[in-house]
């Protein structure tokens, strides 16, 4: 669904996982504890939905990052560097 909608494959979603640095953010939608995560793929910043069942990485979501959540993104790297990190 995601390649389709927003031209991410499931491989380049996976690449986030696997990147540094990337944030993540506990979130929830409806009963479900879902999780926010922002981070780099080979060729472009991603931001990932996805929660966990049974144990397994469930993606729900992947797309680029939209503005306001590359300048979020962006902010929280630059405080991390300066050693002032609120993640």
Same mark, same amino acid.
């Given at each position: 669904?995601?390649?389709? %909608? !927003?031209?991410?494959?499931?491989?380049?979603?996976?690449?986030?996982? #696997?990147?540094?640095?990337? $944030?993540?953010? @506990?979130?929830?939608?409806?009963?479900?504890?879902?999780?926010?995560?922002?981070?780099?793929? %080979? !060729?472009?910043?991603?931001?990932?939905?996805?929660?966990?069942?049974? #144990?397994?990485?469930?993606? $729900?979501?992947? @797309?680029?990052?939209?503005?306001?959540?590359?300048?979020?993104?962006?902010?929280?790297?630059?405080?991390?560097?300066?050693?002032?990190?609120?993640?």
């Amino acid at each position: 669904k995601s390649f389709t %909608k !927003h031209n991410v494959s499931i491989k380049e979603a996976e690449e986030v996982f #696997n990147s540094q640095p990337f $944030i993540v953010l @506990r979130t929830a939608y409806l009963n479900e504890e879902r999780f926010q995560m922002f981070g780099e793929s %080979k !060729h472009r910043l991603l931001t990932i939905i996805f929660t966990i069942r049974k #144990n397994r990485i469930r993606i $729900i979501s992947a @797309r680029d990052m939209s503005k306001k959540e590359r300048n979020f993104y962006e902010d929280k790297l630059n405080e991390e560097a300066k050693g002032d990190s609120g993640i």
